[in-house]
């Protein structure tokens, strides 16, 4: 795996931290043999995220050729804790196009980009609701327990870290099994938590 980190102003202390975190995350997401063949750019920047952008993660839209070059945006600003909670959410971005579980697509007919999401066509990339996107689903899903399992690295925790990795796992295997059902039972859940939130 080769990652490089560019930034501009700011303090660049955390670039070890952020290195290393991309690294640990893209390991628990996909296999060795695959996370050699990716070529990831970390640039930390305080521009082009938006008013409430923490990161995002780009790469060319190759249909369905797999992705090996990504550029993964993160809020240089941010709290380090936000930044490796945006890193986890992107490196699942990453493992999605890697393994071409999402795909764009740029249609002649039309001149846009495409979603295509496990093997199936959903329309036009910007008409998909944000909260609606799948990849948006899944990545949200496992954000917060992939930051907990480096958290708990870091921190010599490996009995924690082994929980919580048990977890990382099945949270994998619950996805798998909602990709058929469109993930009703994560949206309604997560639905029902905002309702109670308010």
């Known amino acids: 795996m080769n990652i490089k980190i560019y930034q501009r102003g700011g303090f660049k202390d955390n ?3 952020l290195i290393n975190a991309t690294e640990y995350f893209c390991k628990m997401l996909m296999s060795t043999r695959m996370c050699n063949t990716l070529n990831i750019r970390l640039e930390m920047r305080s521009t082009k995220l938006g008013k409430n952008g923490l990161g995002s993660c780009y790469t060319d839209a190759l249909g369905s ?20 909670k945006t890193l986890a959410h992107e ?33 036009v990339y910007d008409a998909i609701p944000y909260q ?22 870091n921190k010599n925790r490996p009995d924690l870290e082994e929980k919580i990795i048990n977890g990382f796992n099945n949270a994998l295997n619950y996805l798998e099994s ?14 029902n938590s905002l309702e109670m939130a308010i």
């Open 178 to 191: 909602e990709r058929s059902n469109n993930y009703r039972n994560i949206v309604s859940r997560q639905s």
């Open 65 to 84: 050729k797999k992705n090996k070059d990504f550029i993964v945006i993160v809020k240089r600003d941010a709290p380090i804790t936000d930044q490796l």
């Open 15 to 17: 670039h070890d931290v």
């Open 132 to 153: 609606d996107r799948p990849w948006e689903i899944e990545a949200y899903f496992l954000e917060d327990i992939m930051h907990k399992a480096y958290f708990f690295n």
């Open 91 to 123: 490196c699942v971005h990453i493992h999605q196009k890697a393994t071409n579980l999402l795909q764009y697509r740029l249609w002649k007919s039309d001149g846009k980009f495409h979603a295509r999401w496990n093997g199936e066509e959903l329309g």
